[in-house]
């Protein structure tokens, strides 16, 4: 299994711009999550879905931020249009359902994004 | 709600000997799962132990062991025999059972330093 695959590892761009981050969760895997790590406020969720449709988007930050599920192997988030404050590493996590999972979530390698 | 805490911001430890990471947990979920994560510099996130909330015996993995206290709602990670790769960020998080808490809520981390 060649785990959660997110693209791309780094993202550098400018604000205004538009910024689409993409995951491949594992097979089979029901949920997935969107997480963002900053030094100031640590891992917070951002979204998560549950067989494609989306659970809990209170984390969203605001209304540039915005998530989609299309199919079960596919996920986006996109910034429209980003700004400084942005600049984070996202990471996207998928995991089986129930308590029972003793392997936990498997985590991507995260997406650098630098909004200059 | 879920609440995770970790009091160490850092810890320095000699290499080879035992360290306990602290951390406590707030749920209102019947059931609920614990989990320690070790981020390295590197940045990805790694499982390391998983513990459920109706487990009779403390998780193992290893060098890991997880020192479960349900009714002090603590899940202290001990490694024992550091060594220099275990230099790492750590971090407690939980998810419950019931609908919209299947989410990883984490804590704030503790960095570990082992020294040679």
């Known amino acids: 299994d060649a785990g959660v695959i997110q693209s791309p590892r780094h993202e550098v761009t400018e604000m205004g711009q538009e910024v689409t981050l993409r995951c491949k969760p594992i097979?089979?895997?029901?949920?997935l999550f969107w997480y963002r790590q900053t030094m100031m406020r640590g891992l917070e969720l951002l979204i998560y879905?549950?067989?494609?449709?989306?659970?809990?988007d209170s984390g969203m930050p605001e209304d540039r931020f915005s998530a989609k599920m299309p199919n079960a192997s596919f996920s986006t988030l996109k910034i429209q249009p980003s700004e400084p404050r942005d600049s984070a590493v996202y990471f996207c996590?998928?995991?089986?359902?129930?308590?029972?999972?003793?392997?936990?979530?498997?985590f991507g390698s995260g997406t650098r994004l630098t909004v200059v | 709600a879920q609440k995770i805490t970790q009091t160490q911001p850092g810890m320095f430890v000699q290499e080879k000997e035992a360290v306990t990471l602290d951390c406590t947990y707030d749920?209102?979920?019947?059931?609920?799962?614990l989990f320690w994560y070790k981020q390295p510099s590197s940045g990805e996130m790694i499982f390391l132990i998983y513990?459920?909330?109706?487990?009779?015996q403390n998780a193992t993995e290893g060098r890991y062991s997880l020192n479960f206290q349900k009714a002090r709602k603590s899940a202290n990670l001990v490694i024992s025999a550091s060594q220099l790769g275990d230099s790492a960020m750590y971090f407690c998080?939980?998810?419950?059972?019931?609908?919209?808490?299947?989410?990883?809520?984490f804590g704030t981390g503790t960095r570990l330093t082992i020294i040679p």
């Open positions: 749920t209102s979920d019947p059931s609920y799962g």
């Open positions: 879905f549950n067989n494609n449709v989306p659970i809990d």
């Open positions: 097979s089979g895997h029901d949920y």
């Open positions: 996590a998928s995991s089986l359902a129930g308590l029972g999972d003793l392997h936990g979530y498997t």
């Open positions: 998080a939980m998810r419950g059972i019931n609908f919209g808490n299947e989410k990883l809520t």
């Open positions: 513990q459920g909330s109706y487990d009779q």
